[in-house]
């Protein structure tokens, strides 16, 4: 049954029902049933003239709270005044006079106030949290028996009754319960969520410009990936709308733009590890990327934040930045992938495939190493499909790149699978193309390939620490480095950029592999004595100074660990 159904049954019951019993909806906890309540059900019978009378049996310890919560919510509540006829609450009426020991016939003036004012005709009185309640289950039922059958009381019971039957297994109690169920509730309705609805009404609830930009497509990823956790528990509402909160109060605080997709990739993540705890999937609190998912992983930032309420901007900047690389680096894969399979791709869509790599060999994104395996697909395409312009210039850009990303792996570019070229002219441009790859890829004995120029120094420094195991296996670093163009960089290095720098030759002269770099000495000494000669300008600051100093005592000790 969908809602639709359910509503309309539910609404048949108050109307016309006549077996003076109950009915009860049940499923298990977490999948809506509170929520279907309030914001369909209510609704509804709203419409159809129908008031309700909702009691929570949450923490309830006997029957007079039940009986209290029903007076003061049907006395205050504001009812249809138009209703003709009422149904009297005896039995709401009895355990009330019964707890306070009042001894009193029903004409008494007083009391019959109090009895007239309950007035429960044409409305449903909703019990909720039936398996929650600490009332023994037995007495509740024989309570709610009276309410049905003597006062003609419209009853709604809305429970996981799979775990109030476990209750009263534990207790011994499960014939009993059954016995007095088939005597009060004349239907039970299994309850099954729709999950798509739900979760697009709490997202509307939440009236929130972050959250109403999730498409229908994303809310049906939602679903997929909370069923790949367990299939038997389906996503946990409450832990949705609690991971609803928490993500719209963690991105209120993020002062940077950020992309929808990281934005998306937290939420789900937040949502896994909200139901892996309200579904007790999970025991252990301690953080791991595998409380969300193997596609939406938890950020530790989120985790923080979540359970420890700390936040840290800076951190979180930083998760992005690495969250868009690790972006940029599979599509790129998937954009290779397509390129590699050309042979069995749809044409447009590698001429679109085309293109998107000639803009990531602009930006100098495409690993070098991929270069050879990259022109060998781009020339066979090109003599099957044209593209003429277009590859060449793609040819063009890797040359240049692989002349900027010194030092080059040159066995990736002589050793790469590839397909087969069966053009005579295709083949010779290939040759020629991979001939000229490898011969720029050489590096200069004497020459680091950087242009000293401060504004490129991140770069240089990214470049250094991506090829460091090319540099190791070359034997060489600071011998390829122009000291007196290195000297004139440093006076132009702020003391976080000196740092950097020195953290660079700390890395590469550790006592470990130092000796490998024997070759290196001369060009060190050089170097530090330059830097000493520094430190008697006056064109640096104090703290400036300072990293100068680190740094001589850095390569005065690097220089002690060369035998």
């Given at each position: 049954?969908?809602?639709?159904?359910?509503?309309?049954?539910?609404?048949?019951?108050?109307?016309?029902?006549?077996?003076?019993?109950?009915?009860?909806?049940?499923?298990?906890?977490?999948?809506?049933?509170?929520?279907?309540?309030?914001?369909?059900?209510?609704?509804?019978?709203?419409?159809?003239?129908?008031?309700?009378?909702?009691?929570?049996?949450?923490?309830?310890?006997?029957?007079?709270?039940?009986?209290?919560?029903?007076?003061?919510?049907?006395?205050?509540?504001?009812?249809?005044?138009?209703?003709?006829?009422?149904?009297?609450?005896?039995?709401?009426?009895?355990n009330l006079t019964n707890k306070c020991g009042l001894n009193i016939e029903i004409n008494n003036s007083d009391l019959k106030?109090?009895?007239?004012?309950?007035?429960?005709?044409?409305?449903?009185?909703?019990?909720?949290?039936?398996?929650?309640?600490?009332?023994?289950?037995?007495?509740?039922?024989?309570?709610?028996?009276?309410?049905?059958?003597?006062?003609?009381?419209?009853?709604?019971?809305?429970?996981?009754?799979?775990?109030?039957?476990?209750?009263?297994?534990?207790?011994?109690?499960?014939?009993?319960?059954?016995?007095?169920?088939?005597?009060?509730?004349?239907?039970?309705?299994?309850?099954?969520?729709?999950?798509?609805?739900?979760?697009?009404?709490?997202?509307?609830?939440?009236?929130?410009?972050?959250?109403?930009?999730?498409?229908?497509?994303?809310?049906?990823?939602?679903?997929?990936?909370?069923?790949?956790?367990?299939?038997?528990?389906?996503?946990?509402?409450?832990?949705?709308?609690?991971?609803?909160?928490?993500?719209?109060?963690?991105?209120?605080?993020?002062?940077?733009?950020?992309?929808?997709?990281?934005?998306?990739?937290?939420?789900?993540?937040?949502?896994?590890?909200?139901?892996?705890?309200?579904?007790?999937?999970?025991?252990?609190?301690?953080?791991?990327?595998?409380?969300?998912?193997?596609?939406?992983?938890?950020?530790?930032?989120?985790?923080?934040?979540?359970?420890?309420?700390?936040?840290?901007?800076?951190?979180?900047?930083?998760?992005?930045?690495?969250?868009?690389?690790?972006?940029?680096?599979?599509?790129?894969?998937?954009?290779?992938?397509?390129?590699?399979?050309?042979?069995?791709?749809?044409?447009?869509?590698?001429?679109?495939?085309?293109?998107?790599?000639?803009?990531?060999?602009?930006?100098?994104?495409?690993?070098?190493?991929?270069?050879?395996?990259?022109?060998?697909?781009?020339?066979?395409?090109?003599?099957?499909?044209?593209?003429?312009?277009?590859?060449?210039?793609?040819?063009?850009?890797?040359?240049?790149?692989?002349?900027?990303?010194?030092?080059?792996?040159?066995?990736?570019?002589?050793?790469?699978?590839?397909?087969?070229?069966?053009?005579?002219?295709?083949?010779?441009?290939?040759?020629?193309?991979?001939?000229?790859?490898?011969?720029?890829?050489?590096?200069?004995?004497?020459?680091?390939?950087?242009?000293?120029?401060?504004?490129?120094?991140?770069?240089?420094?990214?470049?250094?620490?991506?090829?460091?195991?090319?540099?190791?296996?070359?034997?060489?670093?600071?011998?390829?480095?122009?000291?007196?163009?290195?000297?004139?960089?440093?006076?132009?290095?702020?003391?976080?950029?000196?740092?950097?720098?020195?953290?660079?030759?700390?890395?590469?002269?550790?006592?470990?592999?130092?000796?490998?770099?024997?070759?290196?000495?001369?060009?060190?000494?050089?170097?530090?004595?330059?830097?000493?000669?520094?430190?008697?300008?006056?064109?640096?600051?104090?703290?400036?100074?300072?990293?100068?100093?680190?740094?001589?005592?850095?390569?005065?000790?690097?220089?002690?660990?060369?035998?």
């Amino acid at each position: 049954m969908n809602y639709a159904d359910i509503n309309e049954y539910i609404y048949n019951y108050i109307k016309s029902d006549k077996t003076n019993s109950a009915i009860m909806l049940t499923s298990e906890w977490g999948t809506g049933k509170t929520y279907y309540f309030n914001e369909i059900l209510k609704k509804f019978l709203h419409k159809q003239n129908v008031n309700c009378v909702y009691i929570s049996l949450y923490g309830l310890k006997d029957l007079f709270e039940v009986s209290k919560n029903i007076y003061f919510e049907a006395k205050f509540k504001r009812f249809n005044k138009e209703t003709k006829a009422k149904i009297i609450g005896k039995t709401i009426l009895i355990n009330l006079t019964n707890k306070c020991g009042l001894n009193i016939e029903i004409n008494n003036s007083d009391l019959k106030k109090i009895y007239n004012s309950i007035d429960l005709s044409g409305k449903l009185l909703v019990f909720d949290d039936l398996d929650r309640t600490e009332i023994d289950i037995l007495s509740l039922l024989g309570y709610i028996n009276n309410l049905v059958e003597q006062d003609n009381v419209k009853v709604l019971l809305i429970a996981n009754e799979n775990e109030l039957i476990s209750k009263c297994e534990f207790n011994k109690k499960k014939d009993e319960y059954l016995r007095i169920k088939e005597k009060t509730i004349s239907d039970t309705i299994n309850f099954y969520p729709q999950y798509d609805l739900a979760l697009k009404n709490i997202i509307n609830s939440f009236n929130s410009n972050i959250l109403n930009k999730l498409s229908n497509d994303y809310i049906n990823e939602i679903l997929n990936e909370i069923n790949k956790i367990d299939q038997n528990k389906p996503l946990n509402l409450r832990a949705f709308k609690y991971s609803c909160q928490k993500v719209i109060d963690l991105f209120k605080k993020i002062r940077f733009e950020y992309s929808d997709v990281f934005f998306e990739e937290v939420f789900l993540g937040i949502i896994a590890f909200s139901h892996r705890f309200k579904s007790n999937k999970c025991k252990v609190i301690e953080f791991s990327y595998e409380l969300g998912t193997n596609k939406y992983p938890l950020h530790k930032f989120a985790y923080d934040y979540i359970r420890y309420q700390q936040f840290d901007e800076d951190k979180i900047k930083k998760d992005y930045f690495a969250f868009c690389e690790n972006l940029k680096k599979n599509d790129i894969n998937n954009v290779l992938n397509t390129l590699y399979s050309f042979p069995t791709e749809k044409e447009h869509v590698i001429t679109e495939t085309i293109n998107k790599i000639y803009e990531y060999l602009k930006t100098n994104s495409i690993c070098t190493s991929e270069y050879s395996k990259l022109a060998n697909y781009l020339i066979s395409a090109k003599y099957v499909l044209g593209c003429n312009n277009l590859i060449d210039n793609c040819k063009e850009l890797m040359i240049k790149n692989i002349i900027t990303n010194k030092p080059i792996d040159k066995e990736k570019l002589i050793y790469h699978s590839s397909i087969n070229l069966d053009n005579k002219d295709a083949i010779s441009e290939f040759k020629e193309f991979k001939n000229k790859l490898i011969s720029n890829s050489e590096i200069n004995d004497n020459i680091i390939n950087f242009d000293y120029k401060i504004e490129n120094i991140d770069s240089f420094y990214n470049n250094i620490y991506k090829n460091k195991e090319l540099y190791i296996r070359n034997r060489r670093f600071a011998l390829l480095f122009d000291n007196t163009k290195l000297i004139d960089l440093i006076k132009k290095c702020s003391a976080h950029q000196l740092d950097l720098l020195r953290g660079i030759f700390i890395s590469f002269y550790s006592p470990d592999i130092v000796n490998i770099f024997i070759n290196d000495k001369d060009s060190l000494i050089d170097l530090k004595k330059k830097i000493e000669n520094e430190l008697q300008s006056n064109i640096y600051d104090k703290i400036q100074k300072l990293q100068l100093s680190y740094f001589v005592s850095n390569l005065s000790e690097i220089i002690k660990n060369m035998n």
